[in-house]
């Protein structure tokens, strides 16, 4: 075998819709993906999976190359914004441009909350035919003074201890399945909710680094470069906005994604990028209003760090 990659170069299962870090010590040892190595001859394949592993959809980092913001870039935004950005700062706006990218890079491939829950029906059906098989039950063949075989087998599950696994399993998929249900029947705000995210997190950041979150009225169109318009939210985000789309384009054009998803992701970024004014706008007022809800904190757990 040979040998281990540094933990910190051993990719990590981390959340799509939700701003999430965890220490190094809140991992439990390395996973195998669905197509990995079980003989572990290699840990090419591997990533590490967190104790406090929540059922949604997930991505592996290190898909996308995603380079960190440079030091010119970190000027520029702490320009836009300014206020200064202190190291923290800039590791949050790293994380919230990985996650971007590979949000919107691997749209195509991320499972829906519908395939989460049809799964855990499959789950929880399979469970209880086991149960149901499993159970003793009444045998008018087998004569008196034997143990038939359905007894037998519910003995010894029993004895081994699966018996009782079956059933939390059951109840483990049935509160799961109700979750996934509410996510699945959801219809949401619209829009791409990777982009929706992201704008989430960069209020968020703005607002740890000082920022009053003040935003200009809507009383005139224009473009994103009007000055006239512009507050310090509005052009931190607009820089960001700019950073993680290029990076998203080269992201992707560098990955192993197929050739037509390569396509849809560039235009997705340059859809993204290209976005009215006045709606990214919108966009950062309901951000900014929502850090109040509890589906906003839920998503942003260190936003008042």
């Not at 970190?74 to 950005?85: D, R, W, Y």
């Not at 399979?126 to 039950?137: G, K």
């Not at 081994?160 to 109840?171: I, P, S, T, V, Y």
């Not at 029947?185 to 009053?212: H, M, N, Q």
């Amino acid at each position: 075998m040979p040998k281990a990659k540094l933990e910190s170069q051993i990719p990590k299962a981390s959340p799509i819709f939700r701003a999430w870090k965890a220490h190094s010590d809140e991992y439990i040892p390395t996973d195998i993906g669905e197509h990995g190595d079980v003989e572990l001859t290699s840990l090419d394949p591997a990533y590490l999976v967190p104790f406090n592993f929540r059922l949604e959809p997930k991505f592996i980092t290190g898909f996308f190359v995603v380079p960190s913001l440079t030091a010119r870039e970190k000027l520029e935004l702490e320009e836009a914004l300014g206020c200064s950005l202190r190291r923290r700062h800039v590791v949050d706006l790293n994380d919230a441009v990985g996650r971007f990218v590979a949000g919107v890079g691997l749209a195509t491939r991320i499972p829906s909350w519908k395939k989460f829950a049809s799964h855990l029906a499959a789950v929880v059906k399979r469970t209880e035919e086991l149960i149901e098989l499993t159970s003793p039950v009444a045998d008018e063949a087998v004569p008196r003074g034997i143990v038939s075989a359905s007894e037998a087998m519910n003995h010894y599950l029993r004895y081994r201890g699966f018996q009782n696994n079956l059933d939390e399993l059951k109840a483990l998929a049935q509160e799961e399945l109700k979750k996934a249900q509410v996510f699945a029947s959801k219809r949401g705000p619209k829009g791409d909710p990777s982009y929706r995210l992201f704008l989430e997190s960069l209020v968020v950041i703005a607002k740890t680094a000082g920022d009053p979150l003040s935003l200009p009225g809507h009383e005139a169109q224009g473009p994103w470069g009007a000055e006239k318009r512009s507050t310090s939210l509005s052009r931190f985000a607009n820089c960001m906005i700019e950073i993680a789309c290029e990076r998203g384009v080269r992201a992707a054009e560098r990955s192993s994604l197929k050739a037509a998803e390569k396509i849809k992701a560039r235009n997705s970024f340059g859809n993204l990028r290209g976005k009215a004014y006045d709606a990214v706008l919108g966009q950062l007022e309901t951000a900014r209003e929502a850090m109040m809800v509890d589906e906003f904190i839920d998503r942003h757990p260190d936003r008042n760090r």
